[in-house]
């Protein structure tokens, strides 16, 4: 099919619920379901967790069609709420995490209560009744992408849209009849939700001859020369990981059933040697799927999609089609084949694609591995059991595929490229890779963070080599543009004294110091996309074996390949050669057993080649000639790191694959030499054909392997069993048990544990080393179980936590810290200008020092333990207090020293201005002030009071939970609340009126003195308190008697069931804006008319629909206006640059306006030009 090109659609307003907050709030209606009422603010202000503006997803496209569709529609028109009465997102995070691990009876009741609770929404939905106040919809729990499963959210989906949605994401193919796991299906059905930018080009057509389904590992027959026997073996020869000396896994000892959802899996840890690869004597591991994840896109279509996307540059991309997940790499394959196709057919490139199908590869444009491809398995089962449509297509299921494609419109989408990695030297450790290297000495830790201290103290020398390039954590589709500021300071130095600069870099240092303190550590390196050997892959295209087995010698065999945008500069800098390793990491890193070391496969001179070959015996003319070979084919892709084919990297970093995973690649020495020493590797020598002695790391450790649950348990066959009850019936939704065994997991508690252990195991000057099969609990453990708690997602099987959860443990000093760090940070006073630190020792034990941080005494405080043992992570607190003593002092001193303010000269109006220049100043200042003060009162007035409203706490629920727990048992409490006080509380608003207000009630309630009447007088006052005289309460004898009973201040419950009936009371958006008017600026123009209306409608959308990244929105309007006012002709640019720089001299916000509302080219004009820097 041809896409299109289509208007870019808005940001869709998407509305996220608390589900804590509305099993506390919200009442089950009359059909029995949750009933969220919009129209009611108070209720919507304590549900509605925030609404956000989220960018486009393939799921959003197909709520439009299926809008069109159930509507008869002809092309809709998309607003920012097309969706928001369609789709929604419920927060279950504090339902399964909150005191998940807490065993006292009170909290594993209050959890039971929460997770009914959560089941009864899953499997009966809700009803919500929108702010139009019209007919209340029904939504249903519909799917999540991975973000959302790791969050604990699930979107819910508008019922009536609910099957047409199926059909439409299901490719119109009937899941009934196919054979599918659970865990499987919502995870692939997922990948609708990922952001993602649609490719909308003419001259891209997808469909079965552009787009073919490669197979993961291409066979071949040979015969054996021994027994005459046809077998199959690997195309290119090789599948193995090498260089495993042993693995370390496990094997189910036990099963128990923890409760009807779940069971919890004991198992037995083992370590096993690998089998040793013969040939090379080398020790191997079985690769079952050596390119999971990742293709090949030809430049032509490449260059396409960066025209789509309106970028350039992007040579590998993360793409997203319906069951389609992974990367695409650009590669000149047509050209590859046409040169090395020697065997073949050389007018048609003949390949036998993953489904039997014979394609040409000359048409294809896009190359996708049967590992992406993931409804390969339900594709051919579904049509195997519709014959009459595998005919209608052909007998090709690709063509099916297609047709269903552009029957349901879908699109082929790309949620990022490699623009954001490969193009800076320096990237993070965090205090997990931190607590397993072996540092032999302090002073080797102190060279360690000594450049992210120094980035400390000048800042402008952190944007210059890291500060002013993109953000490594978040992939994008484009390079991050550089503000107009930092060019600026970077150009001229000077201008540090700027008063918007100065603050940026103030703010630059705090986060400086954060990331010290929380662990994340600037080290030299860079953030890449892993990915295996692409040649072998791209060999396995020819048509013809006597062409493919040429290449065997080429492949990558023991370096890394990272190509780069010109010379490797931080490598020049550090001295890094062909024999230099550099160290892997992967995120979680919980033990050793995750370290990797590689050498890489580079540009190098014949002497230092020649003396240094080891693995092979290629000569340095061949070894050139195949790095030749991977620049030309491989040389634009920028954002990845290459391993070789048989590398174990992707297994030591916890199992990678290749469709987005993201790694680092270390040059600090310091690092490589932690992991070296650290017990991982072992230090060899060798000796080769000239006699030249070598030194290389051997590993040591083993290579931790996750079991397959499935695989040891034949008598268990799960996908039967699994869909022995979807089967039965034709409308599946979303199990319990899927959901519980996706949200309910133990990641983080391993993560803190493995820490803790590792304080023992890597702990300074006493480390001890822990066999794998051992009893004992260890690191290592911790990275097995982890990988285990995350495929129970899949299956349903947590692993039992016991062997690593011993009592004897010590809780790590630093973890203890740092969660009261975050909770201290959460404080609304909370800044770094303002932390306090205090040193000290407890009174009653005076030999335990500590160090703590806070901002006021009766606040939360971060106390941290001191120590000289355990591993380097403990010296973090202590570097950070004394980082934190040295910005204080700098920038007391720096406030002294620049007291006085400064004016840069290249920003003074010129001399001997006409009256005419001056006149056209005046009103284009007048102009930009208006839109300034616009800014003020909305940013800095309206908006915090109309926050600090919103942040009014309403404690009635909590205060009938203490009372209730301190006069009842807690079982009983329990019952009381969930039946008793919501009963009452129902009959209480029914008995509400004009005449009957629960104010009135409250005022009777002291009128008859409640708190002193006698025992048998009660009940008769109650009738009189609640004043229904129509259609007296008809209290239950139980409620009667819960609401007589003054034991233990049970006189207050009547009152605080009254609050709770009223619930919480706030001002409307329209009162809250009459008291605030008086303050408010006022301008002339219909201009201003419109920015006061559009900044009106952003805090209005803050305060009712609990909207988020309101101030940015309130500066991108004023922003706007200022550009679109310093567009006018009148005056000169140089002159509209001086008036507003001498408009917002005084406030760092406004000068922020200064630096974004100029185009950079003439910012950089007016600097160049001065010569003096500062007057």
């Given at each position: ?421 490969g193009k800076k030297a320096i990237t993070h450790l965090n205090y997990q890779v931190i607590n397993t290297l072996k540092f032999e000495k302090k002073q080797q830790f102190d060279a360690l963070i000594k450049k992210h201290r120094d980035y400390i103290k000048d800042p402008i020398k952190f944007i210059r080599e890291y500060g002013a390039a993109e953000s490594e954590d978040n992939a994008s589709l484009a390079r991050t543009v550089i503000p107009n500021w930092k060019k600026a300071v970077l150009k001229n130095e000077k201008l540090r004294s700027d008063i918007y600069i100065k603050s940026q870099l103030q703010n630059i240092q705090k986060g400086l110091l954060t990331q ?660």
């Amino acid at each position: 099919m041809d896409l299109q090109k289509q208007k870019e659609t808005p940001k869709q307003k998407v509305m996220t619920l608390n589900a804590e907050q509305m099993f506390r709030y919200c009442e089950k209606n009359a059909s029995d379901v949750f009933m969220l009422d919009l129209t009611d603010y108070s209720l919507q202000k304590n549900v509605v967790e925030q609404t956000e503006d989220r960018e486009d997803c393939p799921l959003f496209h197909q709520i439009y069609r299926a809008i069109e569709e159930m509507e008869e529609l002809g092309t809709l028109e998309i607003t920012d709420k097309t969706i928001y009465d369609k789709l929604i997102i419920i927060d279950f995070d504090k339902v399964f995490r909150d005191d998940i691990y807490a065993n006292n009876d009170l909290t594993q009741l209050k959890r039971k209560e929460k997770l009914d609770n959560a089941q009864y929404l899953v499997e009966n939905g809700l009803d919500i009744l929108f702010e139009d106040g019209k007919d209340k919809i029904h939504f249903e729990a519909f799917d999540k992408s991975g973000s959302m499963s790791r969050t604990s959210r699930i979107s819910f989906v508008a019922d009536e849209l609910r099957e047409e949605l199926d059909k439409r994401l299901n490719l119109g193919m009937d899941f009934t009849q196919i054979d599918y796991v659970d865990s499987k299906y919502y995870a692939y059905r997922g990948l609708y939700l990922s952001s993602s930018k649609r490719i909308c080009h003419e001259d891209i057509d997808l469909n079965e001859s552009t787009v073919v389904i490669i197979k993961d590992e291409r066979m071949r027959e040979y015969k054996d020369l021994k027994t005459g026997d046809v077998a199959e073996k690997p195309f290119t020869d090789r599948k193995y990981d090498r260089d495993i000396p042993s693995i370390g896994t496990a094997e189910v000892e036990k099963i128990a059933k923890v409760d009807d959802e779940r069971e919890e899996i004991y198992w037995k840890f083992d370590e096993k040697n690998c089998t040793e690869d013969k040939k090379n004597k080398l020790p191997s591991l079985y690769v079952d799927i050596p390119f999971d994840g990742m293709g090949f896109i030809s430049p032509t279509y490449a260059e396409k999609l960066n025209e789509a996307l309106g970028i350039s540059g992007a040579t590998s991309f993360q793409i997203r089609m319906p069951f389609v997940k992974g990367m695409l790499h650009t590669v000149d394959v047509h050209g590859f084949l046409k040169k090395y196709n020697k065997h073949g057919n050389k007018e048609k490139l003949v390949y036998e694609d993953a489904f039997g199908c014979e394609r040409d590869l000359n048409n294809a444009q896009i190359f996708i591995t049967e590992s992406m491809f993931k409804a390969l398995k339900w594709i051919k089962q579904y049509l195997k059991n519709n014959n009459a449509e595998y005919e209608s297509n052909k007998n090709d299921p690709m063509k099916f595929y297609f047709a269903k494609f552009e029957e349901f419109d879908h699109g082929l989408y790309i949620s990022a490229t490699n623009l954001s990695y490969g193009k800076k030297a320096i990237t993070h450790l965090n205090y997990q890779v931190i607590n397993t290297l072996k540092f032999e000495k302090k002073q080797q830790f102190d060279a360690l963070i000594k450049k992210h201290r120094d980035y400390i103290k000048d800042p402008i020398k952190f944007i210059r080599e890291y500060g002013a390039a993109e953000s490594e954590d978040n992939a994008s589709l484009a390079r991050t543009v550089i503000p107009n500021w930092k060019k600026a300071v970077l150009k001229n130095e000077k201008l540090r004294s700027d008063i918007y600069i100065k603050s940026q870099l103030q703010n630059i240092q705090k986060g400086l110091l954060t990331q010290l303190v929380e662990g994340k550590i600037i080290v030299e390196g860079q953030n890449r996309y892993l990915c295996r050997d692409l040649l072998p892959l791209l060999v396995s295209l020819l048509e013809k074996y006597e062409d493919a087995k040429d290449f065997y010698y080429t492949y990558l065999f023991t370096g890394f390949y990272m190509p780069m945008d010109g010379k490797d500069s931080k490598a020049e800098e550090l001295e890094l050669g062909h024999l230099s390793y550099y160290a892997f990491f992967r995120n979680p890193h919980l033990s050793r057993n995750e370290q990797a070391l590689l050498r890489r496969f580079t540009e190098t001179d014949e002497e230092t080649y020649e003396n240094n070959v080891h693995v092979t015996n290629v000569s340095y003319e061949k070894y050139m000639e195949f790095y030749k070979l991977y620049e030309k084919y491989f040389g634009k892709l920028t954002g990845i790191v290459m391993v070789p084919r048989g590398s174990a990297v992707p297994l030591i970093l916890g199992g990678a694959d290749f469709d987005g995973d993201l790694v680092k690649v270390i040059y600090n020495q310091e690092v490589v030499k932690a992991v070296a020493k650290g017990r991982t590797y072992e230090e060899e020598s060798g000796e080769n054909k000239k006699g030249i002695k070598y030194k290389y790391y051997k590993r040591r450790l083993p290579v931790i392997k996750i079991p397959d649950y499935k695989d040891q348990n034949d008598n268990v066959n799960e996908k039967e069993q699994n869909n022995k009850d979807t089967s039965k019936k034709k409308d599946v939704k979303v199990p319990w048990s899927h959901i519980i065994n996706t949200f309910s997991n133990k990641i983080g508690l391993i993560s803190d544990t493995a820490i803790s252990i590792g304080q023992k195991e890597y702990g300074r000057g006493n480390e001890s080393e822990i066999e794998f099969a051992s009893k004992e609990p260890s690191c290592a453990k911790c990275t097995l179980l982890t990988g285990l708690e995350i495929d129970a997602a899949k299956n349903g099987k947590h692993p039992n936590l016991d062997t690593i959860l011993k009592k004897d443990i010590e809780k790590s000093s630093y973890i203890s810290f740092l969660h009261n760090f975050k909770k201290l940070k959460g404080q609304s006073n909370y800044s770094i200008d303002r932390l306090k630190v205090n040193e000290g020792s407890k009174k009653e034990e005076s030999d335990i020092k500590y160090i703590e941080f806070y901002v006021t005494a009766e606040g939360t405080k971060a106390r941290f333990k001191l120590t000289d043992d355990g591993t380097y992570i403990n010296e973090l607190p202590k570097v950070f207090k004394e980082s934190l003593e040295e910005y204080k002092k700098a920038f007391t001193d720096n406030t002294r020293k620049n007291a006085k303010k400064v004016t840069h000269s290249f920003f003074e109006y010129p001399k001997n201005l006409s009256e005419k220049e001056k006149k056209a100043i005046e009103e284009y200042k007048k102009a930009c002030r208006s839109v300034l003060d616009y800014y003020h009162f909305y940013a800095n007035i309206f908006l915090p009071r109309l926050r600090n409203e919103k942040e009014k706490n309403f404690y009635a629920p909590e205060n009938i939970e203490r009372n209730l727990f301190q006069i009842y048992d807690e079982e009983t409490a329990m019952a009381i609340r969930q039946k008793v006080v919501p009963s009452i509380c129902r009959k209480i608003k029914e008995s509400v009126s004009n005449q009957n207000s629960i104010e009135t009630m409250i005022e009777r309630l002291e009128e008859e003195q409640w708190v002193l009447l006698p025992q048998k007088e009660r009940d008769k006052a109650l009738t009189r308190i609640i004043g229904n005289e129509v259609k007296p309460v008809a209290f239950e004898e139980e409620e009667i008697k819960f609401l007589c009973h003054f034991n233990q201040q049970g006189y207050k419950m009547l009152w605080l069931i009254l609050s709770l009936a009223a619930g919480p009371q706030y001002k409307s958006f329209g009162t809250f804006k009459d008291t605030i008017e008086k303050g408010k600026p006022y301008s002339e123009g219909d201009n201003i008319k419109e920015l006061d209306k559009s900044l009106e409608n952003i805090v209005c959308d803050y305060y009712n629909n609990s909207a988020i990244n309101t101030e940015a929105k309130i500066y991108k309007v004023c922003l706007s206006e200022l550009r679109e006012i310093s567009k006018s002709k009148e005056l000169e640019r140089k002159l509209k640059i001086s008036a507003l720089y001498e408009l917002t001299e005084e406030s760092a916000q406004y000068r922020k306006f200064f630096w974004d509302t100029f185009w950079w080219d003439n910012l950089d004009k007016v600097i160049r030009k001065e010569k003096k820097d500062v007057k």
